[in-house]
């Protein structure tokens, strides 16, 4: 099969493949580059100039980076760990028969389905709300305070919601690997002496450290663009509490500045996007530790204030406490 | 040392009961071969014996102490797998020492004994490789010297020649048969291969649909079949079946005369047919003879010189004192 000829005509074959691959990753890849050293202001077109590394140095020395670096390492990190050893578990007790098997395998592949803002929002507001959510009840049913989870531990609750959301994906091509293993390989350790946890280490865990890895590997790639459920829960707060790299480079973009965003200008609070109910408001974002009662008028003021403008009913609260925080955050810098 | 007695022992998984009750003892220092047709239960057997089933019912003594109920590793046997078990990610060093690793044998006598394994086994050269890096008949080894390093009292086989090519199944059959000689230790082997069975078994044992048809040395079993079922299934080729009139004759519903002991003729004998497929193995020649009278086609091995060709006329006669009768329900007569 391998000879030269055969080998030439397979290169020859593939050529377009590989050119339009190279022409689809090679060019964006290099535009990206470019304009990274341009000054490129999309509200003026046009006048884009050479500045050399000041994007770079813009955002290596921006405060927050150091923080952002850090927690989207330990996001990773965490995400990583409790998915491929919750993962390894859970397929363990998967490929075990039981009764409805079928079933429950669906069902645990279920998260996987779910859009990670649906699913950070069912989170935010019907477990981890310590007024409304069901861990505050439970937290009181026991006669504990509730605790408040996306202020006090906002890093510790994202990396939760995300494991949760990638789970399934690790169970099931760890199961898939399971299933793969020789049953013959398990009985021959039988006979050999190994008691479970022996076949476990020597037999299974080396056969799914292929799974393992590509467990990790396309996780990873996945994990470190995480936005959605930052962006629903905490919007990287309080403060750069949990903020990673990509919420970074968001922050720096015009829309968040338009969006009031803590690290952003707090300018522009009409944008488009604030129409929207289930955004999430710079208040709920801004305010760390705070146990909020009610969901009312007063925690929605930009919106309020924003339908307000539309409709021509002036809102009563809305505009005084709306920018209170941004106030306060941007006090040294304005 | 490994005298294993089942009494009474039945399996069924759910509803099909694969083992019926079955008795059955295997004395010490036997070299055992189930055989039977596909799916008989023949590795059902082995695997309730090896502990990796558990019986429905009956008892299964080893060394005349109850075994139904102990783990396979507290049982003392040794299995070799059809498809070798052996453990991809370890060295054929590690493969061999792992038994051994689990039952907390210390270093120096792991690495004597694992030593004195690839020597006998020819593995000596292998040892740091991995499985994926042998040939069929080294793996096939290696899981040998795994089994031997546990100096069990007992060697279980199933099918272990059955993904190996036939020249090498040869050499592997005089390799297993050596290594019961000089360990005298039991050993149960399982096959389909009747020429594996014939050739190593002390004692053969007939499976069939979960029966024990009969047990006996080879010769026994070739010699006096106690039905049609293990008539036909030991010898090859296959013994010749007649029914009708020439068995009313002699008395019996059917009787059966082996390939072996019919001689061919081109001039005279007492039947007579037509010479079909031809099967020349050099030394000998199985000639398949239709339009006898007697049955469909009936095998006849002559002479690897007899000069027939396709179509031609010849005269068999049967040697009267090695001709097996049968009644009706196929016992012997
Ligand atoms: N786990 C099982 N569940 C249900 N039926 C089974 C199971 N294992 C085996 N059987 C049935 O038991 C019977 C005996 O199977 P077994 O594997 O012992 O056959 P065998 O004699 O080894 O055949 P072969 O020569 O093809 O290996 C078969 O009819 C098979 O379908
Ligand atoms: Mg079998």
Known sequence: MAT????AAARLMISPAVLLLLGWMLIPLAMTIYFSFLRYNLLMPGMEEFTGWTNYRFFLTDP??????INTLLLVGGVLLITSVGGVLLALLLDQPFWGQGVVRIMVIAPFFVMPTVSALVWKNMFMNPVNGLFGHFAQSLGLAPFDFLSQAPLASIIGIVSWQWLPFATL????????LDQEQLEAAEMDGAGPLSRFFYIMLPHLARAITVVIL?????????FAEIFVTTSGGPGTASTNLTFLIFLETPAALRRGHGLGRGRGRDHPGQHRRDLPDADDRQEPGRVRMTRGAANRPQIRSARADRTGAPPAAAHA???????????GEE | MGRITLDQVTKSFGEVNVIPPLDLTIEDGEFVVFVGPSGCGKSTLLRLIAGLEDVSSGQIRIDGEDATDKRPADRGLAMVFQSYALYPHMSVRKNIAFPMKMAGVPEDEQKRRIDGAAAALNLTDYLDRRPGQLSGGQRQRVAIGRAIVREPQAFLFDEPLSNLDAALRVGMRLEISELHKRLATTMI????????????????VVLRAGYIEQVGTPLELYRTPRNRFVAGFIGSPRMNFIE???AAAKGAFAVGVRPEHIAASTESGTWQGKVGVAEHLGSDT???VHDTGLADVLTVRVDGELPVRHGDRIFLTPEEDKIHRFDAEGHRL
Request: charged content about 20%.
């Open chain 2, 286 to 288: 199985f000639l398949h």
């Open chain 1, 64 to 69: 927050a980076f150091k923080a952002a670096l």
């Open chain 1, 4 to 7: 030269q000829h055969s080998r």
């Open chain 1, 321 to 331: 406490s709306g920018g209170r925080i941004w106030r306060k955050m941007k006090v």
């Open chain 1, 173 to 180: 091509i760890l199961l898939t690997a399971l299933q793969s």
């Open chain 2, 244 to 246: 009708g009139e020439t």
């Open chain 2, 189 to 204: 082997y399982v096959t389909h291969d009747q020429v594996e069975a014939m050739t190593m078994a002390d004692k053969i």
């Open chain 1, 218 to 226: 396309i996780q990873t790639i996945f994990l470190l663009s995480i």
